[in-house]
């Protein structure tokens, strides 16, 4: 005898257009459920089975259930990240943002690794190593715009895509000079991120003088624009000092504050990377120096000091983000046989100040303070944003 369906599954069914398959068959038994509820229940339980049979792949593919979205079964495609400081604390949200994709998506881990001083060599290196293993998307940060040119073609030439993060080449009399033919780039618009710098500097000292702008690594495109970009809105009335502190933290503290006590008549000291920036409130407190002072990104002794007043800026770029969308579009390109090509993708230039860095101050994977995932409710109120200047 054939059951009575109940009406919620019948519309259920249709509406969701299943196939004849298992789910469908489950719904079906139990279709004689006398109530609107128990075959809601019936419904939700059936649904989850079809959306985990419908994600979960054959051999050789992803192996997630619980994927988003109702995109068909895929291989298991493996990313590999090459980077120029891997071992550096500032990476740590890039990489909660590729392991966050990567299983939103069903996707392996991807790879991380390059070198931990910007040594290219070392770079090439990895990047061969993706190669050899057939990455299916390579993401590197291209800090310089001669070494990676042949690199990132043999892999775009073997059917690898590649996307550059982070860095993007080169800048000479502010112009780019990239130097790779990659797909794409994701990361902070370097040079434009310098002249903001330019500009907070101009605003603390009013009229000009003598300050000094701290770099780890001199010459290298993550951050060399960046010192580029300030001092082109600068102009003659500043005399600039450009200082190079190295990767290594304890180093970068004692070049700053051997540096600012033999110059004591400097009236400002900025950096353009994450841990001279870190360091500056204790180099300068250390010299026993009272001037304005700032730099870039988000490191914890960065915000103590921009909630304590002792820095006055830092520039944020979003390192979370640039480990989350190359593998979002690594994923599609090769989802979409390379009809959906990446775009390039600014990954943001907030300038945080003692008014609104209390956002950043609670630890998450998105600041790489907490490896936990966690919602963080937006604060309540108007949503303050400065008139856009751009649309790329």
Known sequence: MRKKIDPVVDEAIETLNMKDGP???????????????????????????????????????????TVAGNFPKTPAWKF???NHADTNEFFTPTKYGYADAAALLGLPTPNWGGSANSAAGEMISYTNSAMSAKADG?????????AFTSPVKNAMDAGIPVLSY??????????????????AYVGQALYLSGQAMGEQIKTLIPGGGEV?????????????PRYDGAVSVLGGNYKVHEVATSTVDGTELSTEKSYLLGHKSIKGAFAVDSGS????AAAVTGAGLKIP??????????????????????????????????VLYLYLYNLSGGQLAPPDTD??????????VGQFLKNSRFQGGASGQQYLPRPAGAINQPMATTSV
Not at 167 to 183: F, M, S, V, W
Not at 297 to 323: C, K, M
Not at 347 to 356: A, F, M, Q, S
């Open 166 to 183: 982070n860095a993007d080449g080169i800048y000479k009399n502010g112009q780019p000079e990239i130097g790779t033919n990659r797909l």
């Open 293 to 326: 002072s700032g730099g870039f990104d988000t490191d914890p002794r960065t915000l103590a000091a921009l909630q304590a007043g002792t820095v006055s800026f830092s520039i944020f770029q979003d390192p979370y983000l640039q480990g989350f969308l190359p």
């Open 80 to 82: 590999w990240f090459v």
């Open 347 to 356: 990954t943001g230039l907030t300038v945080l100040n003692k008014g609104n």
């Open 212 to 224: 000094v702008i701290f770099i780890a690594t001199a010459g290298t495109g993550n951050i060399q």
């Open 23 to 65: 789910s469908r068959r489950r719904l079906l038994e139990g279709a004689g459920l006398f109530s609107a509820t128990a075959a809601a229940s019936a419904l939700i339980a059936a649904c989850t089975s079809s959306s985990t049979s419908s994600a979960t792949p054959t051999s050789g593919a992803s192996s997630a259930g």
């Open 138 to 146: 390579i993401a590197i940060a291209v800090i310089d715009q001669n």
């Open 277 to 280: 920036t870190a360091n500056l």
